[in-house]
């Protein structure tokens, strides 16, 4: 059974609707994730499939997609000795 990050996708979700006037980020601690992410990976720390993996090992339904971006990254940190 494929896992949800798989490049692939998973097929029975419908269509992804755009919301025009959705902002990218709801709070600016949002856009310091993303930004962490991006470095953490540019300075392999972890990679790409990694992070998706790690999402996957840790997410909650009742976080938000950002607070499950962010205890991810805290994961990959902790397993890897950073903090």
């Known amino acids: 059974m ?6 692939g996708g998973q097929d029975g979700f419908g269509p992804v609707l755009e919301e025009l006037d959705e902002p990218p980020f709801h709070a600016d601690w949002e856009a310091h994730v993303l930004a962490m992410n991006r470095s953490l990976i540019g300075r392999g720390i972890y990679n790409l499939d990694e992070f998706r993996d790690a999402v ?10 950002y ?6 990254i805290r994961t990959l940190l902790e397993e890897r000795g950073v903090v």
């Open 56 to 65: 996957e090992r840790t997410m909650t339904h009742e976080s938000s997609y």
């Open 2 to 7: 494929p896992r949800i990050n798989d490049v």
């Open 67 to 72: 607070e499950n971006w962010f205890r991810a």
